[in-house]
């Protein structure tokens, strides 16, 4: 009896642990097949310039247009295609919708692209940026490259020299998500950041946390002696950006400007102050 029980259990856990390897292999099969079927799409972010409110830069971010899932965010598929490598093929795709999409905004209207640490360990990473900008023509100092201070965890030679030669390119280097995870003062000083993006969790708890306002006002005083520009993410409604602009925060991001959009939206967004979530 305890035999079968055991055996039961045993084979219940067998099924368990197949079923998610299963469904893990079939994501990957047609992830690979959508990278072929043209399935990915970037989508765009305004972010706002606080203390004038006008539009400065978008952020691409990616989407897969799944023939029957439908409309998929990046954390339902990035970690596998990070772990598969896919990402650096996907990388590249954004990297040159982004730029070719750039070149038909106003030319004070910059572009942000998300880079994956997988990306940024891979040899082709500079090789792509300069192909990205010559096949498109943008402009160097239009282009903006987000990354999180994962990359920077090793703080490797390696790391530092990429840096410096995207930088040496013209273009600018964003710290993404800032305040989440290992943040330390010293990757400020290890390289020369362009700009800090003010990871969202803190924006929104802005109105009721004494803390997360302290932070906001440490960081972008931090930002202010540095000369970084510094960028909130996540900003839903006027109080909080109302609070941004107390604090001399340069830059708003969020729903309340509007949620990501195709490129065909981005006039759109650049004639209308302000677009909910729901228009
Ligand atoms: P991220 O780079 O920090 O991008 C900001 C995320 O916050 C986006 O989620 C955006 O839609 C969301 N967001 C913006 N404003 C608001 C708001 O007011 N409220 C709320 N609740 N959310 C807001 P998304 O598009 O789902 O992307 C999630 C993450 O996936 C990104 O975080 C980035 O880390 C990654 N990602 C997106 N696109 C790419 C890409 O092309 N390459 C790589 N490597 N990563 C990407
Ligand atoms: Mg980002
Ligand atoms: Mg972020
Ligand atoms: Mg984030």
Not at 54 to 62: P, W
Request: one cysteine or more; glycine letters at 6%.
């Amino acid at each position: 009896r305890a035999k079968a029980d055991g055996r039961g259990t045993y084979r219940f856990f067998e099924t368990g642990m197949d079923a998610r390897a299963q469904a893990r292999r079939l994501l990957e099969m047609d992830l690979r097949a959508a990278v072929q079927r043209d399935e990915f799409q970037a989508y765009y972010q305004p972010i706002r310039d606080v203390a004038s409110g006008r539009v400065v830069a978008f952020e691409a971010l990616l989407r897969w247009n799944h023939p029957q899932r439908g409309l998929i965010a990046p954390i339902s598929f990035i970690p596998l295609a990070e772990e598969t490598g896919l990402i650096v093929q996907l990388g590249e795709f954004v990297l040159r919708s982004a730029c070719t999409d750039a070149t038909s905004w106003p030319d004070d209207i910059d572009v942000a692209v998300n880079l994956s640490p997988v990306q940024f360990k891979s040899p082709n990473l500079i090789a792509s940026v300069t192909s990205a900008l010559a096949a498109s023509g943008l402009s160097a100092n239009r282009l903006e490259l987000e990354i999180t201070e994962s990359v920077l965890l090793q703080n490797s030679e390696a790391t530092l020299t990429t840096l410096h030669e995207l930088r040496a390119m013209g273009v600018r280097i964003s710290l993404d998500d800032f305040g989440t995870g290992y943040s330390s003062l010293s990757y400020l000083r290890s390289f020369p950041f362009d700009k800090i993006k003010i990871d969202r969790s803190f924006v929104s708890e802005l109105a009721t946390r004494e803390d997360s306002m302290a932070i906001i006002r440490a960081v972008t005083g931090l930002g202010r002696s540095l000369g970084i520009v510094t960028t909130a993410e996540g900003v839903e409604n006027d109080a909080q950006l109302e609070l941004l602009r107390r604090e001399g925060c340069t830059q708003a991001q969020g729903y309340l400007f509007s949620k990501p959009r195709p490129a065909s939206d981005v006039a759109m967004m650049l004639e209308r102050p302000r677009l909910r979530a729901s228009a």
